[in-house]
């Protein structure tokens, strides 16, 4: 096992990687920006180091910087977190080439995974279902206009290096194609550096389901079973829960077997998750993997008591997983809500603010994941989350009600969040019964603010 881990991350998921490095002995060393000397992470640390001014570019994206203070308070290993450079293929060879372990994949791995359309084509290879579309990348608007009429409007023209809905179009007429074509490249450049265009066919308001692996160096992969991420707003997660009511035990076992697959597929190490979407008629496609930890991942551990984090250390330090897909049992029903500060009332503008008061729920299958604190300067530097509620119970329903209950319990004075509206969709009928899509909160959104349609 390592001695010492550099810590390239800030807010919750920082503190997350502290407490499980702490548990298995290692002694961890987390960096901060100006704008974050306050910060928990920092407080909490045995060492810490600054690394530069409040932007990104200039603290948590600053390879040099961080790849010095690793080496500076002699860390043998470097963990990413998930956002800034998680999913960095350059920084993960930096730290391989100064023989620092990188607590993730290969930068090989995470560039072939990175890049949508060649995971797409090697899912093909592989005969894991990928939604019909391009076999590869699209040159031009007419290879695409020919593409689309073949499998149907509506389509998505995606960058193949793209994420978070950026470098992506809806197509719903030919006439339309060629300008959001344009569209599309001109915001991948912008974005990613890389104008790469794959076309997709729109599977309308599919389940967004998605499957946590682990892998090792050894030969070993697994799935953790999945999590339904569908409650999406602007294809940002808000309420994700564990195991999905559409998923039967056939279902279930056909796609863990695919994200196996895929795993294998792309010799893949560490832990990750391949995200499927499944239509109204219940088939399933590969859309993406993730080549890191996700901000969900405590609803997986919830269900199957597994440390994620501590899987990471163990694989990146060349252990074997402790567990086997056999030992991999899913118990009860979890569900994660994520509390943004941003103003549902003001189409989610992002909030900043000094914490005032705050207050966590507690009781039996509780889990809360933040950095907040009384006096707490939530900074607008950086991503909105401010906290992860997480609860575990015997059944979904039972899940539901003590969410609820969380949440009427959680203070947060100082700023406005999302807490209220994520208790709003735990009282939705339609949420309640499972009967929801990544459409949800497009449809639902305006009624459940009591907004009218006109208004």
Not at 32 to 55: E, N, W
Not at 112 to 127: F, I, P, W, Y
Not at 275 to 285: A, L, S, T
């Amino acid at each position: 096992m390592f001695q010492r881990v550099l810590i390239a991350n800030r807010g919750e998921i920082a503190v997350r990687i502290m407490r499980a490095c702490r548990e298995l002995g290692v002694e961890t060393v987390s960096v901060y920006s100006q704008a974050d000397a306050d910060a928990l992470h920092v407080q909490l640390a045995s060492q810490a180091v600054c690394i530069g001014p409040a932007k990104a570019s200039d603290s948590y994206l600053n390879v040099d910087a961080l790849l010095t203070v690793a080496k500076e308070t002699g860390c043998d290993a470097v963990h990413p977190g998930y956002g800034f450079l998680s999913e960095n293929a350059d920084f993960s060879d930096r730290c391989t080439q100064m023989g620092l372990a990188f607590i993730g994949p290969s930068g090989d791995v995470i560039r072939m995974m990175g890049n949508k359309s060649a995971a797409r084509e090697l899912m093909q290879k592989h005969n894991v279902p990928v939604v019909p579309g391009s076999d590869g990348a699209v040159e031009t608007a007419q290879q695409a206009q020919e593409i689309a009429d073949k499998i149907g409007y509506p389509v998505l023209v995606k960058a193949s290096a793209g994420g978070g809905g950026r470098g992506m179009r809806r197509v719903d007429r030919p006439e339309d194609l060629e300008a959001k074509f344009q569209e599309a490249r001109a915001e991948a450049l912008a974005c990613f550096g890389d104008g790469q265009l794959y076309l997709e066919k729109l599977i309308l308001n599919p389940k967004h389901i998605e499957f946590q692996i682990l892998a090792d160096r050894h030969g070993n992969v697994i799935h953790l079973g999945e999590r339904d991420c569908s409650i999406q707003r602007k294809n940002q997660k808000l309420v994700e829960e564990s195991p999905s009511k559409i998923l039967t035990p056939e279902l279930r076992e056909a796609m863990g077997q695919a994200a196996v697959t895929a795993a294998r597929a792309a010799g893949y190490e560490n832990a990750g998750t391949i995200e499927f979407v499944v239509d109204q008629e219940g088939h399933f496609y590969f859309i993406e993997m993730n080549t890191r930890i996700q901000v969900e991942h405590p609803v997986t551990e919830m269900v199957t008591g597994i440390d994620l984090v501590r899987e990471q250390l163990r694989i990146a330090a060349g252990l074997p997983l402790s567990v086997k897909q056999e030992d991999v049992v899913l118990r009860g029903h979890a569900m994660e809500c994520r509390i943004n500060a941003e103003d549902p009332t003001q189409n989610f503008r992002p909030a900043p603010g000094t914490t005032r008061f705050v207050h966590f729920p507690g009781g039996p299958g509780v889990r809360v994941d933040s950095m907040l604190y009384n006096g707490y300067e939530v900074s607008p530097y950086y991503d909105s989350l401010v906290a992860k509620v997480i609860v575990h119970a015997p059944t979904r329903l039972e899940a539901i009600r003590r969410m609820r209950r969380c949440l009427e319990e959680m203070i947060i004075e100082g700023y406005p969040t999302t807490a209220d509206f994520c208790h709003l969709i735990l009282h939705h009928p339609d949420f309640v019964k499972g009967q929801y899509d990544t459409g949800f909160l497009a449809a639902h959104q305006d009624e459940l603010l009591g907004w009218d349609k006109e208004d």
